[in-house]
């Protein structure tokens, strides 16, 4: 089993930036597709990007393109998420998700939960206006 903790939220103003981290634990997540998730209050999980296991593939939410990157450093077991000109609207709690299938972003369901069986706790993120 994967244990997965986040850490980097916060509070920050709009235009500001975060870089969030995940840490896996419990075994090597080197082939595993990684994702980010988040969720408002009120609101569905949504998919916000992810990284294949060699880091030769990523995707992103089409409304997130150009502000958001993700990466990952498999010697450390660690996925970052770096967001830069960060809007209120990206208030949210931010997830980390492994997929231990690897599966690549070319498959539509690599951006639902459902792909991902392990998960974080999450870390807050607000954005002030």
């Known amino acids: 089993q994967v244990q997965l903790v986040e850490s980097g939220g916060g509070l920050v103003q709009a235009g500001g930036s975060l870089r969030l981290s995940c840490v896996a634990s419990?075994?090597?997540?080197?082939?595993?597709?990684m994702g980010w998730f988040r969720q408002a209050p009120g609101k569905e999980r949504e998919f916000v990007a992810l990284i294949t296991w060699s880091a030769g593939s990523s995707a992103y939410a089409d409304s997130l393109k150009g502000r958001f990157t993700i990466s990952r450093d498999n010697a450390k077991n660690t996925v970052y998420l770096q967001m830069n000109s960060l809007k209120p609207e990206d208030t949210a709690v931010y997830y980390c998700?492994?997929?231990?299938?690897?599966?690549?972003?070319?498959?539509?369901?690599?951006?639902?939960?459902?792909?991902?069986?392990?998960w974080g706790q999450g870390t807050q993120v607000t954005v002030s206006s």
């Open positions: 419990g075994r090597t997540v080197s082939t595993y597709t």
């Open positions: 998700a492994g997929d231990r299938r690897g599966t690549p972003p070319y498959y539509a369901r690599s951006r639902y939960p459902t792909a991902y069986d392990s």
